[in-house]
T-cell receptor
């Protein structure tokens, strides 16, 4: 079974559209993340959720809104898509963040390649 | 703020050793990680080191940590063509909760 799964794997859409990327983890982790990898392969944290509560929100346009219906899911909704949103988006999860002195290894999904045309 | 720094490219011949270097930002980062990204794939944890260790060896991989200089390195012995990938150094600085902060990635190219 896939530990962290994202859908869709590829998404091509026109500027101005609204789209969602779904993420699910079956590891029982408390924390989930969204990362963006740009065309130069640079990876940046976008959001972090712990038990359905937002704990990190980096400098990301408010067109991006994470939604966590339950602990195992963190979906990314993007409004009014722009060309610059084209990237690969990775979902990840990791164990209990309160135990900061334990290994906080993150498990990543396979990524969603978003292309805005 | 400061960034996690890595050189962007490394090219080696098959059978040689590869050394990928990283400078991280937060001396209080408890764990430091190396992730591998193969072409078109997601990220996989390659290895990690706890901050109270200087070295960790795992088969062909050796991680060296210099806390004073905030320097981390990954050595791959007997590099194979299958090792061609992007290698990301990552830390979890205290101020970032538990989110990984990645370096820009080093693209390792192995020629036969």
């Amino acid at each position: 079974d896939t530990a962290v799964s994202q859908t869709p794997k590829y998404l091509v859409t026109q500027m101005g559209n609204d789209k969602s990327i779904k993420c699910e983890q079956n590891l029982g982790h408390d924390t989930m993340y969204w990362y963006k990898q740009d065309s130069k392969k640079f990876l940046k944290i976008m959001f972090s959720y712990n038990n359905k509560e937002l704990i990190i929100n980096e400098t990301v346009p408010n067109r991006f809104s994470p939604k966590s219906p339950d602990k195992a899911h963190l979906n990314l909704h993007i409004n009014s898509l722009e060309l610059g949103d084209s990237a690969v988006y990775f979902c990840a999860s990791s164990p209990d963040p309160d135990r900061v002195y334990l290994n906080t290894e993150a498990f990543f999904g396979q990524g969603t390649r978003l292309t805005v045309v | 703020g400061e960034d996690v720094e890595q050189s962007l490219f490394l090219s080696v011949r098959e059978g040689d050793s590869s050394v990928i270097n990283c400078t991280y930002t937060d001396s209080s980062s408890t764990y430091l990680y190396w992730y591998k990204q193969e072409p078109g794939a997601g990220l996989q944890l390659l290895t990690y080191i706890f901050s109270n260790m200087d070295m960790k060896q795992d088969q062909r991989l050796t991680v060296l940590l210099n806390k004073k200089d905030k320097h981390l390195s990954l050595r791959i012995a007997d590099t194979q063509t299958g090792d061609s990938a992007i290698y990301f150094c990552a830390e979890v600085p205290n101020q970032a909760g538990t989110a990984l902060i990645f370096g820009k990635g080093t693209t390792l190219s192995v020629s036969s």
